[in-house]
């Protein structure tokens, strides 16, 4: 039997898998101070319970997110059979010194050792602190178009 949207357990789905692993920034989904939506692409670090990104202290989705906490994340690819992790969840803020330690392995993701650890010490120059944002899954869903389309498809 096939797993359910919104079951926890589609994070170890195949496709789910390949896409926390990947180079791909989430698409960040939160709801302005005005009531209207918003989405940033943000680099990704999964804890395996959590995904942790990293900003700015005055970065403007601070505000934002210590009024309304609940998110959205998206990862997908653009190769065809398009593969999609969708995550619903709720922000927890916490200011660190320095740069998030979440935050630093995912530029060793997303621009290889070397440049990832270059990257981390230009940032640490620069800024003091940062705030990491913890979102711990309460939903997931996972589209690979082969095996689980949208429910909007009559297939």
Same mark, same amino acid.
């Given at each position: *039997?096939?797993? $359910?949207?919104?079951?926890?357990?589609?994070?170890?789905?195949? &496709?789910?898998?390949?896409?926390?692993?990947? =180079? +791909? !920034? &989430?698409? %960040?989904? #939160? @709801?302005?101070?005005?009531?209207? !939506?918003?989405?940033?692409?943000?680099?990704?670090?999964? =804890?395996?319970?959590?995904?942790?990104?990293? =900003?700015?202290?005055?970065? !403007?989705?601070? $505000?934002?997110? *210590?009024?309304?906490?609940?998110?959205?994340?998206? +990862?997908?690819?653009?190769?065809? !059979?398009?593969? @999609?992790?969708?995550?619903?969840?709720?922000?927890?803020?916490? =200011?660190?010194? /320095?740069?998030?330690?979440? #935050?630093?392995?995912?530029?060793?993701? #997303?621009? /290889?050792?070397?440049?990832?650890?270059?990257?981390?010490?230009?940032?640490?120059?620069?800024?003091?602190? *940062? @705030?990491? +944002?913890? +979102?711990?899954?309460?939903?997931?869903? @996972?589209?690979?178009?082969?095996?689980?389309?949208?429910?909007?498809?009559? %297939?």
């Amino acid at each position: *039997m096939s797993v $359910k949207q919104g079951s926890l357990d589609l994070l170890e789905h195949p &496709a789910s898998q390949n896409l926390l692993r990947s =180079t +791909i !920034p &989430a698409r %960040l989904a #939160y @709801v302005w101070t005005d009531g209207t !939506p918003r989405v940033v692409p943000i680099w990704f670090h999964w =804890t395996g319970r959590d995904f942790v990104l990293g =900003t700015p202290p005055k970065a !403007p989705k601070i $505000k934002a997110l *210590m009024q309304n906490p609940k998110v959205a994340l998206t +990862i997908d690819d653009d190769q065809f !059979p398009h593969k @999609v992790l969708l995550v619903r969840g709720t922000a927890h803020l916490q =200011t660190v010194k /320095g740069v998030v330690p979440e #935050y630093a392995m995912a530029a060793e993701r #997303y621009f /290889g050792a070397e440049q990832g650890k270059a990257w981390v010490a230009q940032l640490s120059a620069k800024a003091p602190e *940062m @705030v990491r +944002i913890a +979102i711990k899954p309460e939903w997931v869903g @996972v589209l690979d178009f082969q095996t689980r389309f949208p429910s909007a498809l009559p %297939l």
